[in-house]
């Protein structure tokens, strides 16, 4: 398809393309949880065991590293990014439609099909989370990237948070399975909405900073020191969080016995503070950097995860969502921010795709990890604190020297004035 690109970006235009972010993120919101909040329960009262939980967090993420390799080659079949979305982004979305058929195999089948569900349009996300990250360069200035990105976190963190409680009493009062299957149906509705938002984005080029081509750059990303930081924080930042996430649902339901609708509570509480810290992130940022925001982030996961482990109170675990929401965004945005300072705008499909393919491997690691502990002879909670350690070394390490690089700030400088899907 062709998009009309702007010889000048004018501020029209540029708040136009800021709406239109926006609105992607709304609607992929509200039709997140579907997979994001309820895919493991709904696994649990299926009967999943912790390796079949691991990989249902892990095997998208492995599929969509190996298919990002191909961005730079399907980048090339259009002649702007826009183009090159559309597609990868409309299938990535039948990952919410593709659980609703789950009650129409056999019950010894249905589990590994959910792990099949998620699974399957994770080849499409490899290249539609590639080609969105390179949309959000080109198509926004770069001096309100930050702000974008945290207005986009907000907005995401309110969305969930409010299809969370809506969807949650939706499955407490309609029957199994009819309640699990309309609730993905209706969620592939709203995310093909937000689909169209991100067609509606019109590129942006400057004189003087050329639009991305799909060319390789002439030096690799891995010859910079400053993406070579950006890589060594991401791997520990992502397995040391997403080892628990196949835990933290298990922790609740099978040993805490909480319901479909106090886990809609539970993400209300981390979602809320989510929502509350995305809009102070930009300040955070502002006035201690990226890095040092990072840290403080995975590190307040760690203090939650301890909570988690520790309690026996169902409520007493509302507190830890809220700290783990909270921090986590803080750490996600602030992690963004510091690679898109790393990033040549002339070489954004090269580093994009690297980028991508780092946090891939890494959330297939993590939770692969996190299972395979579960799977022996250790306690959940065992689990939980072993992470939570992790999680509070990792946030310790990432403000220190590793692998530091003299940052050459290529997008815009780290502001008090600032990201994904």
Known sequence: ?????????????????FRHFVGDILWFGLAMPATARFLSV?????????????????LPAILALASSSLAAW????????????????????????????????????????????????????????????????????SVKLTALMSRRSLIFNIAVAL?????????????????YQSMYVVAFALSLVSAWHVQKVRILTVEEQPVTTPDQPVVSPWRSPAFQGVAVIVVIMHVSFYMLIPIIPLRMVDELGATEGFMSIFALAELGAAALVAALTNRIVGRIGSRPAI??????????????ALT?????????????GGMW???AISLFNYFSECTPRESLTSYSTLYNQIVMLSVFVGPMLGSQLASMSLELTSVLMIGA???????????SNIRRGRMKRTAHPAPAAKGYE
Do not use: C
Request: charged share 10%; glycine share 8%.
């Open 74 to 141: 399907w980048r090339r079949r259009y002649p702007d990014t826009v183009g090159a979305q559309l597609w990868p982004g409309v299938f990535y979305r039948f990952v919410f439609l593709l659980p609703a058929l789950t009650p129409f195999f056999p019950a010894e089948w249905q589990p590994v099909w959910l792990v099949l569900a998620v699974s399957l349009p994770a080849l499409p996300q490899g290249i539609s989370s590639v080609m969105f990250l390179v949309l959000l360069r080109e198509g926004m200035d």
């Open 312 to 324: 026996s109170n169902l409520y007493v675990t509302l507190p830890a969502a809220a700290i783990s």
């Open 295 to 308: 840290g403080l982030g995975l590190a307040g996961t760690g203090l939650a995860a301890i909570v988690l």
């Open 42 to 58: 709904y696994a649990i009262r299926l009967g999943a065991e912790p390796m079949l939980l691991g990989w249902l967090a892990a």
């Open 329 to 331: 965004t803080l750490a």
């Open 163 to 179: 299809s969370t409680l809506a969807f949650g009493f939706w499955l407490e009062e309609v029957a199994f399975p009819f309640n």
């Open 1 to 17: 398809m062709d998009t009309e690109i702007e010889a000048q970006p004018s501020a029209a235009v540029v708040q136009a393309n």
């Open 389 to 399: 350690v992790l999680r509070l070394i990792a946030g310790g390490l990432i403000p």
